[in-house]
Each structure stands twice: as structure tokens, then as C-alpha cells.
Nanobody, 129 residues
């Protein structure tokens, strides 16, 4: 079992920045690829970014590429999402998720939410115009 707790959300003006954090507890954090997803009101949950267990590989949705940066610190059991040049359309509840990685197999970062094993409760990000 892995418990995930997001923090860092808030209200920011368009063009501003926020850094989200997701603290993990429970099983070995470095055994998991991590992802960020978001869900806006009335919309389906969508993929934002993912990072491999080692932090070497990353993957972004086209809508955030060049503006958002995902990173992790395995010593602190934490994954981050640095969000710059925020736009009103980035307004959503942001969730972090963990996907178990079996050592020795190919690393496959996926945007599919159904393949992630554990989820946090979410943190609200609101970008005003």
C-alpha cells in the first residue's frame, strides 16, 4: 500500500507559477513510476506528466510541454510538478499517482490513468485571467 498526499495548490494569476508536491509513504517509493493528472469541472481526468522510478525518463502531455516540469527526490519520497506560465485552462484538481515498476523490465511511462495503482486526494489549482 502506498499513501500519496499532494500539496502546493492555490490561486495564481495567469502567467504565474506554482510547485506541487506529492509525498509518498508506505512501500518503497523508488519502486514506482509516478504521474500527475488533472481534472477540471465537467471534464474527464487527463494526463499531465510522468516520471520513471529513477527520475531519468519523463513524459509530458502536449498541453503542458515546455511549461511544466516533473521531478522526484527518492530520498524524500516526493515527486514534484513545477508549473510555469500558467493559463486559465490549467485550472483543475491535480492528482499524483503511483504505478508499480518491476525491476529489470522495460520502463514504460503511460498516460493511461487506469494503469496507475495508487492515487492521492488531489490539490486544487486555480488560475485567474
Amino acid at each position: 500500500q502506498v499513501q500519496l498526499v499532494e500539496s502546493g495548490g492555490g490561486l495564481v494569476q495567469a502567467g504565474g507559477s506554482l510547485r506541487l508536491s506529492c509525498a509518498a509513504s508506505g512501500r518503497t517509493f523508488s519502486s514506482y513510476d509516478m504521474g500527475w493528472f488533472r481534472q477540471a469541472p465537467g471534464k474527464e481526468r487527463e494526463f499531465v506528466a510522468a516520471i520513471s522510478w529513477s527520475g531519468i525518463r519523463v513524459y509530458y502531455a502536449d498541453s503542458v510541454k515546455g511549461r511544466f516540469t516533473i521531478s522526484r527526490d527518492n530520498a524524500k519520497n516526493t515527486v514534484y510538478l513545477q508549473m510555469n506560465s500558467l493559463k486559465p485552462e490549467d485550472t483543475a484538481v491535480y492528482y499524483c499517482a503511483a504505478k508499480y515498476y518491476l525491476r529489470g523490465t522495460a520502463v514504460v511511462l503511460t498516460p493511461r490513468s487506469d494503469l496507475y495503482d495508487y492515487w492521492g486526494q488531489g490539490t486544487q489549482v486555480t488560475v485567474s485571467s
